[in-house]
């Protein structure tokens, strides 16, 4: 599996602007299997009310007509909102138009994220041309138990607006997930700033030692590329059986 993974500089709360660069991304770098952007990528970490409720489904929308084009994958985190409920939603969306979702588990309190949207529930991962990936949401990264490779997946999806600020346990937390977890781990994060925030980047695909395949430079927009080895993943597992001798928790 060929996997892209594209660090982006968000227009601030303008969905057009930014589905219009997650489709310039792909068509200029075509042949991928998946692409992911950051978290919140048609908006940034933006909680108004009534751009969630009239951007998200044109995001969707976008996100459905790259993926059929391009036969591909595209994956990200969107702000969304029925009128009543808002949730930090990421979108697994394939060429047929199916769509898998995931609603954010951890809402990060420090920033009042649980005073704008709603928390899943739910830990969901997804099948796609045999590599099963793991979804989590930026503050998800901090807590290994929800993100803990009971064996069913392959890949951790890592989208994130993680600022500048805190850029040491962004790396070391993606770092760590991949190796407890014997697993890919894709983090995507944005640069550029936003109202409260300055991004550099950190957009990475590290293999299941821990090392990295192919990483963003910071302070850039731009897309990387690398491919998926299952055979060397499942060799390394069988190899060294780490994960069974885990610790069996019990999730709510």
């Given at each position: 599996?060929?996997?892209?993974?594209?660090?982006?500089?968000?227009?601030?709360?303008?969905?057009?602007?930014?589905?219009?660069?997650?489709?310039?991304?792909?068509?200029?770098?075509?042949?991928?299997?998946?692409?992911?952007?950051?978290?919140?990528?048609?908006?940034?970490?933006?909680?108004?009310?009534?751009?969630?409720?009239?951007?998200?489904?044109?995001?969707?929308?976008?996100?459905?007509?790259?993926?059929?084009?391009?036969?591909?994958?595209?994956?990200?985190?969107?702000?969304?909102?029925?009128?009543?409920?808002?949730?930090?939603?990421?979108?697994?969306?394939?060429?047929?138009?199916?769509?898998?979702?995931?609603?954010?588990?951890?809402?990060?309190?420090?920033?009042?994220?649980?005073?704008?949207?709603?928390?899943?529930?739910?830990?969901?991962?997804?099948?796609?041309?045999?590599?099963?990936?793991?979804?989590?949401?930026?503050?998800?990264?901090r807590f290994p138990v929800w993100a803990r490779n009971r064996g069913d997946y392959d890949a951790?999806?890592?989208?994130?607006?993680?600022?500048?600020?805190?850029?040491?346990?962004?790396?070391?937390?993606?770092?760590?997930?991949?190796?407890?977890?014997?697993?890919?781990?894709?983090?995507?994060?944005?640069?550029?700033?936003?109202?409260?925030?300055?991004?550099?980047g950190g957009t990475v695909l590290l293999d299941p030692w821990g090392q990295p395949v192919a990483?963003?430079?910071?302070?850039?927009?731009?897309?990387?590329?690398?491919?998926?080895?299952?055979?060397?993943?499942?060799?390394?597992?069988?190899?060294?059986?780490?994960?069974?001798?885990?610790?069996?928790?019990?999730?709510?």
């Amino acid at each position: 599996m060929r996997i892209s993974l594209i660090q982006m500089d968000i227009v601030w709360g303008d969905p057009q602007a930014n589905c219009q660069k997650m489709r310039s991304f792909v068509a200029e770098n075509p042949g991928a299997d998946l692409y992911v952007l950051p978290e919140m990528f048609s908006t940034g970490f933006n909680g108004d009310a009534e751009l969630l409720e009239n951007g998200s489904v044109g995001t969707l929308e976008a996100m459905k007509s790259v993926a059929a084009e391009f036969d591909c994958a595209v994956a990200g985190s969107v702000a969304v909102s029925d009128g009543h409920k808002r949730w930090n939603r990421f979108y697994f969306v394939k060429p047929d138009g199916s769509v898998a979702t995931y609603d954010k588990k951890h809402l990060f309190t420090y920033s009042g994220e649980q005073n704008l949207v709603n928390a899943g529930a739910e830990r969901v991962i997804v099948e796609w041309r045999g590599v099963r990936f793991l979804l989590l949401v930026c503050y998800d990264l901090r807590f290994p138990v929800w993100a803990r490779n009971r064996g069913d997946y392959d890949a951790i999806l890592c989208v994130a607006s993680w600022p500048t600020v805190r850029r040491y346990p962004w790396d070391t937390l993606l770092r760590a997930r991949a190796i407890e977890n014997q697993c890919f781990v894709a983090g995507v994060d944005r640069v550029g700033t936003d109202p409260s925030c300055v991004y550099n980047g950190g957009t990475v695909l590290l293999d299941p030692w821990g090392q990295p395949v192919a990483a963003c430079p910071d302070d850039t927009e731009c897309l990387v590329s690398a491919e998926l080895d299952l055979v060397s993943l499942e060799k390394f597992r069988a190899s060294f059986p780490v994960l069974d001798d885990a610790d069996d928790f019990k999730l709510i």
